[in-house]
């Protein structure tokens, strides 16, 4: 979508190595999320933020972290990948007064080997 | 935890209507229903959301029971390029809170 990009797009990393996957959006939205999608799984949602340095988890945080220092960006962190953490993980965002909900990011492929 | 139920898939044939259930039985008098689909490897795209009237877009029409209990979304003339995963999802328009997917309805249209 052309108002919230994700970066990398793919990301291969050893087991034990910080990772931090970068969600940017133009849409000076507020809310911001990050899911993560495995098979068999579905979409789960690890953190989001409602607003600068306002964060909070979401069902699978453990072994995450987030930052929010600016509107734009919402920053996802694995402080040590493990390899339960080879997903596909989605960043979205959304416009509280929008009656569509979420807009989502194309996603990053991580793999943790 | 969703609070919907859905079948976990659907077949229907290219140009044909297809159909798609969900049943929201717990939901709460301000609460809409919206429908997004996943096309393989993409983020979730918004379909059509309604609370109780029947809405139609572009892209599907949605049927919400009087009781507003279950619903339907329906795809008129269904293509290839429709097969994707289907989420009926509860909320409040306009809301805060975390979107919480389920498994969803994973379509497949067959030429």
């Known amino acids: 979508d052309a108002g919230i990009t994700q970066s990398p797009r793919h990301k291969v990393t050893e087991t034990g190595t910080p990772v931090t996957l970068r969600c940017h959006q133009t849409?000076?939205?507020?809310?911001m999320y990050w899911y993560r999608q495995d098979p068999g799984h579905g979409l789960r949602l690890i953190h989001y933020?409602?607003?600068?340095?306002?964060?909070d988890k979401g069902e699978v945080s453990d072994g995450y972290s987030v930052s929010r220092s600016k509107t734009e960006d919402f920053l996802l962190t694995l402080e040590s990948a493990t390899s339960s953490q080879t997903s596909v993980y989605f960043c979205?965002?959304?416009?509280?007064?929008?009656?569509?909900?979420?807009?989502f990011g194309s996603g990053t492929r991580l793999t943790v080997v | 935890d969703a609070k919907t139920t859905q079948p976990t898939s659907m077949d229907c044939a290219e140009g044909r209507a297809a159909n798609l259930p969900c049943n929201h039985s717990?939901?709460?008098?301000?609460?809409?229903v919206y429908w997004y689909r996943q096309i393989h490897s993409q983020g979730p795209q918004y379909i059509i959301h309604?609370?109780?009237n029947n809405e139609t877009n572009e892209m599907a029409s949605l049927i919400i029971t009087e009781d507003r209990k279950s619903s339907t979304l329906i795809l008129p003339h269904a293509t290839l390029r429709d097969t994707a995963v289907y989420y009926c999802?509860?909320?409040?328009?306009?809301?805060?809170?975390?979107?919480?997917f389920g498994k969803g309805t994973k379509l497949t249209v067959n030429p």
């Open positions: 717990t939901i709460s008098g301000n609460e809409y």
């Open positions: 979205a965002i959304m416009d509280r007064g929008s009656y569509y909900g979420y807009t």
């Open positions: 309604g609370l109780k």
């Open positions: 849409e000076n939205h507020r809310y």
């Open positions: 933020s409602y607003g600068v340095k306002d964060t």
């Open positions: 999802i509860v909320r409040v328009e306009g809301g805060s809170e975390k979107l919480v």
